[in-house]
Every structure is written in structure tokens, then in C-alpha cells.
């Protein structure tokens, strides 16, 4: 994607000169878009100011989804779009496990919950005292799980 904009007298973080290939992912309103590009290139400047796009074109918000990889990018673009419309606004993002798991909790009738490696281990062991099971070297956790 390239250089996205420069900061001059009439430019600001929030008013982008975007390239011809970034303003069409901008300006794109007709479903989903990926996008594609090399760190520091402006992915998420582009990404924000399409979701303001699209609310500003009508779309509720709460029909926006905004999906990232690294918990660090979810918070940067929570932040960044706070900062542009409101942190008050309903677009729902986050990882793909956090979007999943929220997913899964929305529409199934019991919770999911996730657990770690230690507390998976703490569970299995109180389940193994509760049933008799003596873990030690000879019959190690790893043959439970």
C-alpha cells in the first residue's frame, strides 16, 4: 500500500491523504474487504476510516465486524477508532479467538469459557483426587490429557 500520508498545515492523523488503492478500500461499501499490506504501510488508519465510512453511509454499527490477529492490534484499533467516532460506538472487533468465543457464547445456550495450559492441569488433577486416581510418575498427568 505504500506511504499513506504525510503530516503538512492542512493534513492531521485524522484527515489521511490516502492512495488510489487505500481510498478504494475506504470508499468500498459492498461487502467484505481484506486487506493485505506490509507493517507501517497504514492498515489500520485505512481500516478506521472504513468503518467510519461505512457508518456515515448508513451502516449500524453494530453490523460492523472488525476482525484482527494479536491482541495488541485489537487494542490499537479499539483505540484508534474510539479516538475517530466515540468510545461509546457498538462495531464489534476484536482477535479471531475473542470474536469466536464471543460468537460462541452469544448464540449457544451454556457459556464457553477458555482456559489456560496451568489451569487446565489444576482442574484435571482435583478431577483425578475427586475419582481416586493417584498422578505420580508412574501414571503422569499427560496420560489424562
Do not use: W
Not at 481500516?47 to 460492523?64: F, Y
Amino acid at each position: 500500500m505504500g506511504i499513506f500520508y504525510k503530516e503538512n498545515d492542512t493534513t492531521s492523523a485524522f484527515m489521511p491523504n490516502f492512495t488510489s488503492n487505500q481510498q478504494k478500500v475506504v470508499d468500498f461499501l459492498n461487502g467484505n474487504a481484506i486487506v493485505n499490506a506490509s507493517a507501517g504501510s497504514g492498515k489500520t488508519t485505512v481500516a478506521i476510516h472504513r468503518i467510519k465510512h461505512l457508518i456515515d453511509s448508513g451502516i449500524p454499527e453494530n453490523k460492523i465486524l472488525f476482525i484482527t490477529f494479536t491482541v495488541n492490534a485489537s487494542k490499537e484499533m479499539k483505540r484508534r477508532l474510539s479516538d475517530l467516532i466515540g468510545a461509546d460506538n457498538n462495531v464489534f472487533m476484536g482477535t479471531i479467538h475473542s470474536v469466536s468465543l464471543k460468537m460462541l457464547n452469544k448464540f449457544s445456550e451454556k457459556p464457553y469459557l477458555i482456559i489456560d495450559n496451568f489451569k487446565q492441569n489444576m482442574l484435571f488433577r482435583n478431577f483425578a483426587k475427586e475419582l481416586g486416581i493417584i498422578i505420580d510418575e508412574e501414571f503422569p498427568l499427560s496420560d489424562l490429557l
